[in-house]
Structures are given as structure tokens and as C-alpha cells.
């Protein structure tokens, strides 16, 4: 069966430092993934989606990055925090692109202070 | 723009109440609609609709789409302490889905 796997759940950190929070699958090839934001009180907006390694589409204009290093590994980096940055940070995975549901991994509470 | 709209956005019920949530979108190239439940951390999947007019149902909750009309609704009977939560509503529109901002239910005993 498929698992998806987010670290850390939680994590504080200072602005100006950087991010790098990790989202692996396991059980599946060749999974859409995806990094959402959910700020206090608001749906969760699409930030990266990856159709296979190397391909990153970009939702919105952030200074956060995303890489897929491998089949199964999504990276969501920032090399300076902001304090807009803080939020609860969810990776997801699909098989067929906006049609299946998603997987959500079990989130990342970012608190940037 | 790709659109979803939730409401209500909250709501506050008693034990045995039914309620129905909705959800309308205005999206291009729609492919599903979504239903979630969301508790403390990551959403967890209810239901799936494709087609109108077809009611699914997983015990106290039901859902039904309306495509013409562009919108869904989620239905929960008897609801319990349990059914506290936030409930999300995507439309899954071409590579990705567009999320409503969610209806937080709270459910008093």
C-alpha cells in the first residue's frame, strides 16, 4: 500500500533562516506531488506540484522553492525565512493529475518568529 | 480565476442535528469534486464526485453534485462530538485541485 511520509511536524525558526522540509512516497512510481500552505482561517493554496523528477510548476510568486531530486522525494526550501512563511505545510500525492483524490502527508507547522 | 466557495464558513450545532454544507466552484476544465474532513493535521478523503445527481453515502454523511448548477453539498445526520472538524471541498481542475477555505463544524454535546 502507499504511505507518504512529511518531517518535521513541527519547527520554529528564525527569520532570515533557511527551510527544508521533506516529503517522501513509498509504494507508488511516478507520483504527482504536490506542497500546499494552510494559513490560519484559509483553504489550503497550491504553491509546487511535480509531474515526475526534475519538473517543478510553481503556483504563486514566493520566495520558496521546491526540487524532486528523486521519483519519490519532494523538497520544499527557502534560503530565508520570512514571517509571512508561517503556516501549516502539507504534501500530497496523486496518480491521476486532478482527478483521483489526494494523499496528504501528515503536515509541517511552520512557526517563523 | 479558478473559484471554490464554502459556506458557511462556520457552524455550531447539537448532538442529533443535521447539517448540510455547500460548496460552489467556477472552474475551467473541471474533472472531481472533493470532499474532505479536517481535524487536527493533514485532510482526510470522504468522497469523490464525478457525475450529477448521483448521491454517494459512507454512513451519516452523504454528498451530491450538481454539475449545471456548479455546486455540491455534504450532508451529516445525527452528528456527534466526533464530527467536529473542518470540512474541505477541491475541485480537481487540470493538474491540480482548488481547495474552498473549508466550513469548521462544531458539534456541542
Redesign the interface.
Known sequence: SQTIHQWPATLVQPVGSPLSLECTVEGTSNP?L?W?RQAA??????LF?S?GIGQI?S?VPQNLSASRPQDRQFILSSKKLLLSDSGFY?CAWSET???????????TRLTVV | EDK?V?SPLSLVVHEGDTVTLNCSYEVT?F??L?WYKQEK?????LF?L?SSGIEKKSGRLSSILDKKELFSILNITATQTGDSAVY?C?V???????????TRLTVKP
Open positions: 504527482n504536490y500546499y482561517g484559509r483553504g489550503l493554496q497550491l506540484y509531474v510548476s503556483e502539507l493529475l486532478g482527478l483521483s483524490g489526494f494523499t496528504f502527508g501528515s503536515g | 471554490v464554502q476544465n474533472r472531481s472533493l493535521k493533514a485532510p482526510t478523503f469523490m464525478t474541505l477541491a480537481g481542475v487540470n493538474n491540480d485541485m482548488r481547495f474552498g477555505a473549508g
